[in-house]
Structures are given as C-alpha cells and as structure tokens.
C-alpha cells in the first residue's frame, strides 16, 4: 500500500472521527459514503459496500470510545438512558451485523438510504424547549427507548454504523433530551452498538484490517479533540450542522441508487 492510500484514508478517519466527536455520532454517515466514493476517484482503491460497512464498525468502536472519554465529566451521560438503549442497540447491532452477510451490495445500500433520509425528517422537526431542561431534572420513556434503540440497532448493524445519526433525532424529538446529554450520551450508546456490529462484520469476514487500522489511528486522534470543540458550540448550530450532513449524504445515496 504506497503514501496515497494511507493518507486517504487517515484524512477520512480523521475528518468522519471530528465530526463524530462534536456532534455525537459515529461518522459512519459521514465515512460510509467517503469510503465508498473518495478512494475509487482518485483511483488508490475501491471498496465493495460489505468492505466499507465492515471497515465503518471497527472504526466506530474506537472513535466513540475517545468521544466518551472527553464527555465523562460535567453531568453530561444519563446512565439510566444509555444502560436501557445500549442493551436494545446492542442486540440489534449484533443481528443486523451478522445478517448483511445474505444482502446484496444494493440491499445495504437501499437500508443505508432509508435510515439517512428518516434522521433528515427527524432533524427537520422543531425541538422546542428541551435545552431548557435541567440535566437532573430529564425523564424519557424507558420502554419506547429500548424499543426505538433495537429497530434501530439492527438497521445499522447491516450498514456498518452505529446508528447514532438515527439516535440523536430520536434522542432530541421523540425521548426530548436536551442537545448537550444526547451528543455525550449517543456517544456512549454508539460505542456498545459498535460491539454487536464489529463482532457480526468480523465473524463474517467483512472487514478489510489494514485500512480498518488506519481510520483506528485518525479515530483515536480527531473523536476527543471533536468533543473539545462540540461542548463550546451553540447547540443550535450543532443540530443544523448535524442536519445539514445527514440531508447531504441521503441525497448522495439516493442519487446512486435511483
């Protein structure tokens, strides 16, 4: 593999890890579609949509591992949410990881589209009131959380995320945690979806190690220093940046697929 390739590829790690540590995501909305477009146009390499997922979810176990870490203080991880929701995602992950093995290239494509354009919708909805809310003050609907988080694990287990992009809509629009405990607390969440997911991709021999390494390594730098600059923002600007993003990858998906 020449310097083309590993810089390619770090610089989708680091960027897609960023992103993922100031808005509360895994990347993978971001890094599924960089990995799948960036690398066949500069002709270094051309991944097949198993090989990206498969890449995607071990990368993702370490960029939220590094986003959780700069979160651990001030209040921000609700326990109670992320131990119901990681429980459900967690399962969820591991059977959708392990089932893409019998879709085609276009199935996980398709599933990739349908998740993307369904956290735009979400996005879109007004969330009113909801930073008001005092961190010790917030409650949320234990068992739509774990049912919500389970459909949701399976979905992105296939794809390779973690699906924290359809968290953190959920998170904010249908449960109303305030902006700043869902980034931190989608983080955690994700991190224990990445295992089902890793261990369904890896078990199935859909994971391309040595790139896989490489966005290891940009993740473990980019994710925390993401999470420095996401507690300084305005939560405003964090959910148009984070709908922006979404809108832009499902429209890019569905381009290709239609």
Excluded: C
């Excluded at 949509?49 to 990368?59: F, M, N, T």
């Excluded at 988080?149 to 399976?154: E, F, K, Q, R, T």
């Excluded at 979806?193 to 890793?198: K, Q, W």
Aim: glycine letters at 12%; charged letters at 10%; proline letters at 3%.
């Amino acid at each position: 593999m020449d310097l083309a390739f590993i810089v390619t590829i770090f610089l989708i790690g680091f960027i897609g890890s960023y992103i993922s540590g100031m808005l509360g995501i895994g990347g993978s909305i971001i890094k599924y579609p960089m990995l799948l477009y960036i690398p066949p146009m500069f002709g270094i390499a051309a991944f097949t949509a198993h090989e990206v997922s498969g890449i995607s979810a071990v990368q993702v176990f370490f960029a939220t591992i590094g986003g959780v870490w700069a979160y651990r203080k001030g209040g921000y991880l609700n326990k109670t949410l992320i131990a119901y929701m990681g429980v459900s995602i967690l399962i969820g992950s591991f059977i959708g990881g392990f089932g893409s093995k019998l879709m085609s290239e276009s199935g996980i494509n398709v599933i990739y589209g349908i998740l993307a354009l369904i956290a735009v919708v979400m996005m879109f909805i007004p969330k009113k009131g909801i930073d008001e809310i005092p961190f010790d003050q917030v409650t949320f609907n234990k068992w739509l959380a774990s049912g919500l988080a389970l459909i949701v694990g399976v979905g992105a287990g296939i794809v390779g995320a973690a699906g924290a992009f359809l968290l953190v809509p959920i998170m904010l629009v249908v449960l109303k945690i305030p902006t700043r405990m869902t980034i931190a607390s989608s983080l955690a969440i994700t991190f224990i979806s990445s295992i089902g997911a890793t261990i369904g991709k890896i078990s199935t021999g859909q994971v391309d190690y040595y790139p896989a390494f490489i966005m290891v390594i940009a993740s473990l730098i980019a994710s925390p220093l993401g999470a420095i600059a996401g507690k300084k923002i305005n939560t405003k600007v964090l959910q148009i940046v984070l709908a922006l993003l979404i809108l832009a990858t499902a429209l890019k998906i569905w381009m290709d697929i239609l």
